[in-house]
Each structure stands twice: as C-alpha cells, then as structure tokens.
C-alpha cells in the first residue's frame, strides 16, 4: 500500500489555496521588541546583528512567540540587509538609529562590492534549527527583501522616507541600476534556495518601499524583478509557496499578482479587503492586513477590525496577519486578545 500523503499544516494548505476557518495567523515582525523575553536576551547577547549571526540566539528568538501566542506560522528572525551585507556592503546598527551600509552607492558604482556568503550560512544555520523544533501544525516561513527595496538602502546607505536618491539613478541610469537589481536578483534567489534547503516551508519577499514608484517605474523595478525571482525559485523549488507583499502598491496590486507568479499577495492596511477580494485573481491566497494601530489600540476597535477582515476575505483562501510589522509599544493582552478572536469560526 502506498504511504499516504503527507498533510500540511493549516498555514501552508492555505499557501497552496485551502480555506480554513478560523484562517491560520502569524504577524510580520512576530519575533522582536514587543516581547520582554526578547528584551532580555538581546541585553544579554548584544547588537541586532550579534543576534542575527548567533544561530543559537536567533533560532530562539524566532520562536519565542510561538511558545508564548501559538502562532501557525514561524518567520525567520533575520533583516532584509542581509543580502548586501553578504555582497559586500558594510552593515551596523547604531543605537537608536536606523540600519547603515558603507559605502553609499549614490554614483551606481558596484565594483569594489566583494561578496562574502559565509553571512547567508548563519542564517541558514538558524533555518534549520527552528525547523528542527516545530511541531507538525506550524509553518517555517524564510524571507528576503525584493530587489526594488533593498536597492533604496544601497544606494543611499540608509532608509529614507521617499526613497529620492534611489529612484534619480533609477532615471537618470537605468542601464546602471538594473545590472544592481540584475546582481541582487540573483543573490536572492540563492538566498531564498538556501533557506528552503535548510527547511523553509514557504518564503515571503518584502518590497517595504514599493508604494514610492510610478506604474512604469512599478513595473521594471518591482514587477520585473519579482517575477524573476519567483520563476527561478520555481524551477528549484517548484512546491514551495512564495508570498509577494508590495507595500503601498495599491490600485498596482492586480497587475503584480497576475504578472508576478506569486502564489499569494500580502496585503498592507491601506488596502481595503473588499477591494482587494473583487479584483485579485479567483481564489489566490491573500495575507493581512489588521492595521498596526488597531492592535494596539485593543478593545472594540480591535474587535471590530478583525470581524471585517475575516468577513471580506472569507470566500478565498485566506492567512491573517498584520498590514505591516507589529510595533514595539504594542501590549501583550492585545496580541492575546486578538488570538482569542481568531478562535472562533464565522
């Protein structure tokens, strides 16, 4: 007699276009500074980084929220800059400052980046020790950033709020860019490969900053890119579900689902559900999109935000989430309150 086949865990058979209800959860930025065991380990380890490279520590971070919330879905503690760190850059994280990458590649020139993937194996390393100590019922969720987003932060060498100087070379030398897009394609795809061979389940790509783009722009820097990904993953992992989520796309979220290849679309807050449902493709799986405030707000508004959502997105495959990562004054009971909400069927 044949084995029978395997069953997935409730998050991952929503990725592949099961309904379930209540829809399975986890919350981008899960692992992090909301938590006070996280809070007391990073006091102990060190800096950000110093955790991120620590296999040990970064594992036990990634599941700290499962033990104390249950959440269906593990995402990796890991950052979004750890692919140009590992193709050269420079990479600290200041007190009370935003991430830095030396050198600034304001003028477009790559040449001196000299990679160094021992970077990309620590995370791997923390891959597969989280997958090693999830039980059956929970999905381990791998990450990269999308090539648009982790441009901005190379180019200037930091965050910025409307991602000008990235955007003027984007213009100004487009032949220039793409072959930084072209090289951070690939990294990513050897990225995204290595997690899934280290036990990754299915993986996300972050395009934090594609809402700044005109639609042209949107679709050489954001689509492009993305479905490139996405089919060489394909080719290597073809049953591995990736999750694209364009931050701020709005009305250009059809047209990257349908031209992306993305198995499922994150949604942000802005996004209102109803819309989404009526123009995303029949039965693709979407993700979100609570708005971060209303988590931290609590009570009825919690309540009530939740119960719209779920109503919206209920005749589709559907993961619950957050539509952005959760925020560090965010209180324990509302994060308690909001999983107690989503035991119940509609």
Avoid: C
Avoid at 5 to 11: A, C, S
Avoid at 123 to 150: D, H, N, Q
Avoid at 169 to 193: C, E, G, K, W
Avoid at 252 to 259: I, N, Q, R, V, W
Wanted: no cysteine; net charge negative; glycine share 10%.
């Amino acid at each position: 007699m044949a084995n029978p086949r395997p069953i997935d865990p409730p998050l991952l058979a929503v990725l592949k276009g099961e309904r379930r209800d209540p829809p399975p959860v986890w919350l981008m930025r899960q692992a992090g500074r909301y938590l006070p065991e996280y809070r007391a380990l990073r006091a102990e380890k060190g800096g950000f980084l110093e955790l991120v490279y620590d296999s040990d520590a970064a594992a036990e971070i990634t599941l700290q929220p499962l033990e104390r919330f249950g959440m269906d879905g593990a995402i990796l503690f890991s950052d979004i800059l750890i692919v140009p760190h590992a193709m050269g850059q420079g990479l600290t994280f200041g007190p009370g400052e935003g991430p830095q990458l030396t050198p600034a590649l304001h003028d477009g020139d790559f040449s001196a980046l000299e990679p160094k993937p021992e970077y990309l194996s620590k995370i791997y390393e923390t891959v597969s020790k989280v997958r090693a100590r999830l039980g059956p019922s929970v999905t381990m969720l791998g990450f990269a950033g999308s090539p648009w987003t982790v441009a901005t932060y190379m180019v200037a060498g930091h965050g910025s709020k409307d991602q000008a100087e990235t955007r003027r070379l984007a213009y100004a030398d487009p032949a220039r860019f793409q072959a930084l897009i072209d090289r951070i394609v690939s990294v990513t795809v050897d990225y995204l490969s290595g997690q899934i061979d280290a036990g990754a389940q299915a993986v996300q790509l972050f395009d934090s900053w594609a809402g700044t783009l005109s639609p042209a722009q949107f679709e050489r820097w954001v689509i492009a890119p993305n479905a490139a990904i996405v089919g060489k993953l394909m080719v290597r992992h073809p049953h591995v579900p990736v999750i694209g989520f364009p931050k701020g796309a709005g009305a250009k979220l059809a047209a990257y689902a349908a031209e992306t290849g993305v198995d499922a679309v994150g949604l942000d807050e802005t996004v209102d559900p109803v819309w989404a449902d009526a123009v995303l493709p029949a039965n693709m799986p979407v993700q979100g999109n609570l708005d971060p405030l209303a988590l931290i707000t609590g009570g009825a508004a919690l309540a009530e935000a939740v119960t719209r959502i779920r109503h919206a997105l209920a005749g589709r495959p559907h993961i619950f989430n957050l539509g952005h990562g959760i925020l560090q004054d965010t209180p324990i009971a509302h994060v308690e309150q909001l999983f107690a909400l989503l035991k119940t069927p509609l």
